[in-house]
Structure formats: C-alpha cells, structure tokens
C-alpha cells in the first residue's frame, strides 16, 4: 500500500471520475458510520484538502459524528479500468445553511433542493491500494436526480427544515448533528 500526506495529480484526476465515493465517520462511542454518496458533489480545492456538498437523507451520521470528533475518511474505488482503491483520511468541519459561512461555501456546488450541509476536509494521509476485489460495474445514471432532488423540491424549504427536525436533528445514537440550534 502506498501512502501520501496529500493528493497527486493521478489521484486527483482519478478522484473527479468517480461518479460514487463512500464517507466513513465514527464518534468516540455508538455505531461507524459508512454511506455512499455521487451526484458530483466532491470538489477537490487543492493536494490537501476536499469539500463536499452532503444532501438531506434518512439520516445525517456523518454530521453527528463530527461534532463528536473531526475525523472522516472518504473512499473512492475503480468499477471500470485497472483495479485501484484510494482512501483519503482527514480532518472534517462542517458548514451548516445557518452559519455565516454557508453562501460562501455553497458558491462551489450547483443549487440541489435538499442541501444540508457542507463537508470541508483538510487531509493528513492518502492510501492506495489495488482494488482487485471490487467488481466491475457499469455506471448508468444518478438516481437522486429523478428521486432524491424532486422529492426535497416538493417539499420545499419549510417542509426540509420540519424533515430535519423530524430525522436530521439527532443520530441513531441520539447524539446531536448540530443542523439545527435548539436540538
């Protein structure tokens, strides 16, 4: 296994291909934490550090996790081409629609009904390794374009923010994840 303590241009380059990366996070107790994530959300802003757009789901782990401890580790594996896995480990913050940072740092994605909080993950080491276990798949589409997207649309802002209050306010582990102020 090869490891770095920032990105190459071939990882960086590998990185912007991939349609589907995976977040890991854990908190000090409780449940890790493992989702897939696409819809090209990821932005690279230099050799050390990432940011990425997290869209409102079932439920919000990550967010809850670090405000627990900061630690995130995202992984990106080839379905297609030579076999390859990369793993880039880090420190995350998080930047919710109610702080002041949030329009600055939205300016990077395209507007997705749904947005729910930005990543932003400075990077202390990057791994790689062959990926001869994953499989070959073929990407097709997004899915969240034509479910996930008009789902949040529909329900408009009001209705996104009561969805937080009911599902995004608190983890599994009933741990705040800091999208709201007074939960």
Known sequence: MAKSNKLSEKQKTFIEAQPLFFVATAGRDGRVNVSPKGMNTLKIVDNNRIIWLNLTGSGNETAAHLVDVNRMTLMFCAFEGDAYILRVYGQAKIVHPKDALWESALAD??????????????????????????????????????????????????????????????SIDNKPTGILDDV
């Open 109 to 170: 994605f395209p507007v997705i009904a749904g947005s729910r909080q930005i990543f932003d993950m400075t990077i202390d080491m990057v791994q790689v390794s062959c990926g001869t276990g994953v499989p070959f798949m073929e990407f097709v589409k997004d899915r969240a374009e034509d479910e996930l997207v008009p789902y949040y649309e529909n329900m408009g802002p009001d209705g996104v923010e009561k969805y937080w209050r009911r599902k995004n306010a608190l």
